[in-house]
């Protein structure tokens, strides 16, 4: 499987921005679908939202629709993160993660089940101050 890495967390306050990034050195990441997903510790990991690379079409959880996007970078060979307007409850540990699925098997929010997807990176710890 294709080693995934994320980067770009840290410490913000309330209302601030940050950009995470998800890469495979050595790798393209070529998937079809790649997503951003979130857990806090005791809770069940959470969909953020998906790229459906193809048509570059994306999907966002209710939760952070109008405040985050996810977007690619096929020269950089980089999925992105950019969270806006960032809240205390966005404190968490945040995964990329990509899946074998098209069109709406991506971009929906049956696209964002967690056992569909079997390449995991690391994660990359967020936390929101307020």
């Known amino acids: 499987q294709v080693q995934l890495v994320e980067s770009g967390g840290g410490s913000v306050q309330a209302g601030g921005s940050l950009r995470l990034s998800c890469a495979a050195p050595?790798?393209?990441?070529?998937?079809?679908?790649m997503a951003w997903f979130r857990q806090v510790p005791g809770q069940k990991r959470e969909g953020v939202g998906t790229i459906y690379t193809v048509a570059d079409d994306t999907y966002l959880a209710d939760s952070v629709k109008g405040r985050f996007t996810i977007s690619q970078d096929n020269a950089k060979n980089t999925l992105y993160l950019q969270m806006n307007s960032l809240k205390p409850e966005d404190t968490a540990m945040y995964y990329c993660?990509?899946?074998?699925?098209?069109?709406?098997?991506?971009?929906?929010?049956?696209?964002?089940?967690?056992?569909?997807?079997?390449?995991w990176g690391q994660g990359t710890q967020v936390t929101v101050s307020s």
């Open positions: 050595g790798y393209k990441l070529d998937a079809p679908c």
């Open positions: 993660a990509t899946k074998w699925a098209y069109g709406d098997g991506c971009v929906s929010m049956r696209g964002l089940r967690v056992p569909d997807f079997g390449n």
